[in-house]
């Protein structure tokens, strides 16, 4: 049932009506899904099993109960990891994580934001890490990069406010691991937690593996305010001249989620380790699906073999997905 939406904090109707949803392998061996509602203020999870024709209520998490400082914290997506090393996947719920038992793992405290991604994406640190940005103008960053297992901030840029967009991908081979950016003034960091550049990437919505190399384009859309539609756009980050370059405009095509301009789904779908796009028509009644036409030299697994990736395919259901 719906309920009284004010019990999730505020009057605002559709902000309790804030709906995620995942598969994640909390026991290790078997896929279980999680259901998540609230985000703004109060949160809750529940975990269920579906084995032998039954489905039974494995956890339930409320932040209402015992679990205030975690009131606050989810993004419009979730991820889902194995932050702590166990061997069984944990809910990054942005600002918090949630153990696989449905206890809470940490809260940072650094409140919501509308991007977020988890990944290896230091090179020379153990274990995963956490890109997110925060809305709240008196969140202490308006970018924060954090262990993903302990919460333990690597660096954080303050903003003092809404800082909407955030992106993190290979875009540089000039450093090892990643690179992250955002508006707001943050600029463009690497992996180490240095600042390389107050000039930034012009797009921060998705990542994309496109053409031959190791590095990683950029899958945005040109925004049409006027018309009120976007047009999916792939681009590469010419980290030499600092300014992208146009590989491909999906004519004929719609991103979704107004300003956001998200792709319907990003994956490896075929199986080469590049990522093919699916966009909808303007109408909405076709789906189509883009290959890459660039050949490789690489060969390495198709990237539905990596556990962490296949789930991240799963949960772009979320509310503003993000690149898996």
Not at 23 to 52: H, I, N
């Amino acid at each position: 049932a719906r309920g009284d939406i004010s019990d999730w904090g505020d009057d605002y109707g559709n902000r309790g009506d804030r709906f995620l949803g995942a598969v994640a392998y909390l026991d290790g061996e078997r896929p279980s899904f999680v259901m998540c509602r609230g985000y703004y203020e109060k949160t809750a999870l529940a975990a269920y099993d579906y084995r032998d024709g039954e489905l039974d209520l494995r956890w339930q998490f409320d932040s209402t109960e015992g679990n205030e400082d975690y009131e606050g914290q989810g993004n419009h997506q979730l991820s889902v990891a194995d932050v702590d090393g166990d061997g069984r996947d944990e809910i990054v719920y942005g600002a918090c994580v949630i153990d696989h038992d449905g206890t809470g793992l940490y809260t940072t405290g650094w409140q919501h934001g509308d991007a977020l991604h988890c990944g290896d994406f230091a090179p020379d640190r153990e274990g995963l890490e956490v890109y997110q940005v925060h809305e709240p103008e008196d969140a202490p960053h308006g970018a924060s990069f954090r262990d993903a297992g302990t919460g333990e901030l690597i660096w954080g840029e303050y903003t003092g406010t809404d800082t909407g967009r955030g992106m993190i991908a290979d875009i540089d081979p000039t450093h090892d691991g990643a690179e992250a950016w955002a508006p707001a003034g943050v600029g463009l960091w690497n992996a180490d937690g240095e600042k390389i550049s107050d000039e930034i990437p012009e797009s921060y919505n998705f990542g994309v593996w496109w053409t031959g190399d190791l590095q990683r384009e950029l899958l945005d859309h040109d925004w049409d305010g006027d018309a009120g539609r976007g047009i999916g756009n792939i681009e590469r980050w010419d980290h030499e001249a600092g300014e992208l370059e146009r590989l491909k405009t999906f004519e004929g095509t719609r991103s979704n989620n107004w300003t956001k301009g998200n792709p319907c789904l990003s994956a490896d779908l075929l199986g080469d380790w590049r990522e093919e796009v699916v966009w909808r028509e303007p109408d909405s009644e076709h789906l189509r699906l883009y290959a890459t036409p660039h050949p490789t030299d690489h060969r390495i697994p198709t990237l539905l073999h990596d556990p962490q990736y296949r789930l991240a395919v799963a949960w772009q259901n979320v509310a503003y997905n993000q690149p898996p």
